[in-house]
């Protein structure tokens, strides 16, 4: 398992917590890429997980990237979402959750070639409900973290539900 932090275009310096927490991640996923991304003059922290598996049975490709743009304030707030780089036609196909637009706040990166894909930590995206599902904790790995917004993500990606 690998952790690239691409800080050459940048001076990113990941903070400690993310830095736990991608420890706790690499359990998890393979190939795992940390930067930074600045969207309409807000500095995410962008986690990428390169060649996440994917179901036989819903799609056509054996694997895609998955994306997290962390908000500057996390773990306050987590991501909303995240970001594929295969663009499967839902239509028809049952998932209602990959619309090719972003809602909710999220930025568009569909002309970048990323999709999002809504999913988070229960509570739908309703705002109150939402940032009352999403538990961190001052010990990364005893709450919310990068390992549990992956998982979940891939569950949700992959299941026919």
């Not at 991608?22 to 998890?28: D, F, G, I, N, R």
């Not at 930067?35 to 922290?45: A, E, L, V």
């Not at 991501?79 to 706040?105: A, K, M």
Request: net charge positive; proline share 6%.
């Amino acid at each position: 398992m690998t952790i690239t932090v691409n800080a050459i275009s940048t001076k990113f310096k990941p903070s400690n917590r993310i830095k736990t927490e991608l420890k706790l991640l690499e359990k998890v996923a393979n190939n795992i890429i940390v930067g930074s991304k600045t969207i309409s003059d807000i500095q995410y922290t962008a986690v990428l997980i390169k060649g996440m598996s994917l179901s036989s049975s819903k799609f056509k490709v054996t694997n895609s990237d998955v994306l997290f743009l962390l908000p500057p304030d996390y773990p306050r707030l987590p991501p909303i979402g995240c970001y594929l780089n295969y663009p499967w036609n839902s239509v028809g196909e049952g998932d209602h959750h990959f619309t090719r637009q972003s809602y909710y706040g999220a930025p568009f990166l569909s002309e970048e070639g990323w999709y999002w894909y809504c999913v988070g930590l229960g509570g739908g995206f309703n705002r109150e409900r939402w940032l009352n599902s999403w538990r961190p904790k001052k010990q990364p790995g005893n709450g919310h973290n990068l390992a549990t917004l992956f998982v979940t993500a891939r569950h949700a990606i992959n299941s026919d539900n």
